[in-house]
C-alpha cells in the first residue's frame, strides 16, 4: 500500500548470535581522508547518515589509538580493514596488535598481489605466502579476510583461482570480503556465491551494477539490476554480520550522495 510504514526486521545470524548490520566502505570516500583532519570528519559525517560501521581503506597514515578515539566519538565500529599487502604479510605481529586496539576482527586484503595481470601472476607464490599469514592471525584471534574482483573467476587449469583460494586457505583462518560487484561482473549470481562460503563471509560488499549505452558502471545500491533481496537472504542465511556499501567510481556523483542513498535503501529493506 502506497505510503505504509514497511515493518522494520532484526536479521540475526545464528551462526554468530549478533545482528547483520549496515557499514560504509571508506574506499568510496578516499579522497576525503588523506589527512586527519579530514578523516575525522568524514567518520562523522558517515556515521550522521546512520551507518555504525565502517571499513577503514585507503586512507592516510593513523595510530590505531586515534582511530580507535574517533570510532568511539562518533559510535562507529571498525570490524575490517583492506591493509596493505606487504605489512600483512611482513608485519603480521604488528598489524595484529593495531587491529585488535581498534576492534577490528579481519585483517581485508584488496586483492591477491599482482592478479591484475594474469599473465605473470604466481598464485603459488601467493598461496605459500598468505596461508602462513593466515594461521598466524588465527592464533591471535583475528582472521584474514580476501576481497575478490573478476579476475579470480579466471581459471589455472581447469579450476579458478577463486576455487582454489578457498580450497587451499584454512577455512577458520580466512573469510572472504565477497564483492557483489565483481562477481556478476565476472558472469557469477552474486546470492549463489554467497551462498556458497557460508560461513567465510562475515563482510559482505554491496556494490549495484548499471547498464550505460555498452558500459556496466557501478550504482548505489538499489539503482542497477542486482538482486539485492536476494543477496539479503543469502547474507541472513550464510552468517553474514556485515554488509558494507561501496562504490569504486560515483562517475562525478557526490559519494556520500551514493552511500546516503544505498544506506536509506537497505533501511528500507528493513536493515539498519
Partial sequence: MP??????????????????????????????????????????????????????SATCPFEAEWLKAQLDKNGLVCPVTHTNQDRVADETDVVAAEHKIFGAKIVGLGSAPGIFEPETFDYESFRERFVPVANMLKEKGLLLGYHNHHPEFGKIGDVSIL?????????DALT??????????????????IS?????????????????????????????????DA???????????????????????????????????????GLS
Avoid at 163 to 171: N, T
Wanted: glycine share 8%; proline share 2%; aromatic share 12%.
Fill in 3 to 56: 505510503g505504509a510504514r514497511k515493518r522494520k526486521r532484526t536479521i540475526v545470524n545464528e551462526r554468530q548470535g549478533e545482528i547483520m548490520k549496515i557499514g560504509a566502505q571508506l574506499y568510496t570516500l578516499r579522497d576525503y581522508t588523506q589527512d586527519l583532519a579530514s578523516f575525522a570528519d568524514t567518520l562523522a559525517r558517515v556515521a550522521d547518515m546512520g551507518y555504525t560501521a565502517v571499513q577503514v
Fill in 176 to 193: 572472504f570480503i565477497l564483492d557483489t560487484y565483481w562477481v556478476q561482473y565476472a558472469g557469477g549470481d552474486p546470492a549463489e556465491w
Fill in 196 to 228: 556458497k562460503l557460508a560461513g567465510r563471509v562475515h563482510c559482505v560488499h554491496f556494490k549495484d551494477m548499471r547498464i550505460v549505452g555498452k558500459e556496466q558502471r557501478m550504482a548505489s545500491i538499489g539503482e542497477g539490476n542486482i538482486n539485492f
Fill in 163 to 171: 576455487e582454489r583460494i578457498i580450497a587451499d586457505f584454512p577455512a
Fill in 231 to 269: 543477496c539479503i537472504a543469502a547474507c541472513e542465511n550464510a552468517g553474514t554480520e556485515h554488509i558494507f556499501v561501496e562504490l569504486d567510481d560515483c562517475y562525478g556523483e557526490d559519494p556520500f550522495a551514493c552511500l546516503e542513498r544505498s544506506y536509506e535503501y537497505l533501511k528500507s529493506k
